[in-house]
């Protein structure tokens, strides 16, 4: 390595200063580019620093140019956020592509002690800007009401958030995916289609409640409303789930299901139980997990591509850095996009019997 | 927010000083706890910095002691790498809980040229220690035989890579469980025991055959070896891995799958083709997907704790970080811990008919 001496010792400024027998705030002119530096002196620093191996600290200039080229990720791992999967590859993916580095902060209590406390570690740190990645999980983001996040020297992009005024938000819109999901399969002829949901306490799982409700209303058949039934995201509430929706309707003909593994525990608990899928029950899931293509039988399910949707946010909050600083947007970066992508309804066995897919 | 002043710009030590009547370089010296000021300065400057709100920049802080309290996270997320799931999460969360942050780089060319561009990058961010987290495929990590790794100013550990002289590395012993998983096969009675590996070029892949190898060896079936098919990892190639071992062996009774999700693929062949599953076939994974107690039938697996391999690793370096600074380790990392993790065998009816699970 170039960058440390024969003591393996970082070669820093002071060692160019004096190697070059000038003070170290005209070195620093010379690499900060300033003009201030006769061109005889410039060609000497700029020797000792090829000589020395110097590396200017990336962190140094940029803390003079109130820069770190670093974005902050304020995440909530506990939960098993999507985040966690495919979307913080496309975010590093993205992040990588334009230079920056990202910076991974965790987050679960948001008092505003909390919230403070992470905003101040950010600015510590210098972050040019900050993604909201974590879920909105009851009152988690009602802090974004009321703080005044104009006043932060850097700009935020929330992921899968409510809307709220002054907030970037960056998501899918789940209230069409419910909708859509439910448009399926009254497509199929299905009358007592129920729901089993996520936790109710996270926005993404209600939005994806209320576009079932609104398809079902659509269709004049608000009387299923009444079978919904609360899960936890996971496998394990498959089962229970399916039984619980079977004794508030005893011939339920189909269900949409708010995640892809509760649907595997929902097909499980249906052999179990011998009821024909999709004969007597089409079921249906949502997220497309790769798996879902070799459930028993294969999945019906609507995709969401989250790495996007992490890429999407990324370039958002690369945007929102530029115009505070009043430059022009980079490539890759350079229009304005929808921050609300939308799922793909993938058909398979599950609804629809033997289809090619 | 109180870190900057109204005109939304970040307070300075340069308008701590001013207010205070004093120079920058003792303002900076109350910041840093000197003794070389008085305590009268001392107490301006710091009634000073509360009036403005400033808030001291933790890398400048970090710049002066040579400390960015920023760890370097190496993957390559194109492979889909463990390290994008579970294990990204417990790496997380220990350096969340021991105070670092870490700064994630993409990286899945491993020439010279690119070694030494991303190495430079990790010190120009003057990271205090380095993950290598990408899996290692072919000679990927070949670079690590002959680089001068000790004269690089930060340690680096590497996770699930091949032993190498000098290189601290962290991971799960692959062979063993590839050995204990074809015992428990061999333990049920079964004689014709293939293999669906994962990419050859993959050092984990190649541990878990050679492991499987000295099964069938150690019990005195050295013609099964001539029944290992290779795999992608992903679901799509079991159904095709398991076509291929039955032309190798009509009458397999047994087969080792090097992932769970390639296992769901051969579950969902062996089903097409009316093979009895354990009856005629005992199929095994590996990895304990949480979905894979949701297959039909349930999966028997090998269990890996990737959250407290990254765990052990992040611990590991930490240690290696205090030794070069000659500080004692933190709370938490204060024992050396096995650097060689083991996997735990899960029973479920894919290999044993109806158990109670």
Redesign the interface.
Known sequence: ?D??NTA???VTLADVARMAGVSKQTASRVVNGSAQVTDETRARVLQCIEVLGF??????RQ?TA?R?L?LGVV?N?AV?HLM???A??GM??Q??GMGY??????MSDFSRASVDAM???M????VDGIILAGPEIGNSHDWLDDY?L????MPLVAINARPRAGVDVVGFDNFLAGQNATRHLLSLQRRRIGHLSGPNNRWVAQRRIEGWQAALDEAGLPECKAYCVEGSW??ES?GPGLQRLLELCPDLDAVFVSSD?MA??VL?EA?RLGIDVPGTLAVMGIDND??S??F?PPLTTMTQDTPRMAEVALRQLVRRICDRHGEPYPAGCAQEESSMLTHRLIVRQSTLGDVAN
Do not use: H, I, W
């Open positions: 390595m960058t440390t393996g010792r970082r590396r200017p600290s990336t962190l140094a803390l109130g770190s670093t995440n791992t098993g966690c999967g495919d913080y590859v590093v993916r992040a990588d580095a990202l910076l991974n902060k965790e905003l101040g570690q600015l510590e740190r210098q005044p104009d006043d932060l020297p996971e496998a498959g593994r595997l525990g499980m052999q790769p798996q293509a070799f028993t």
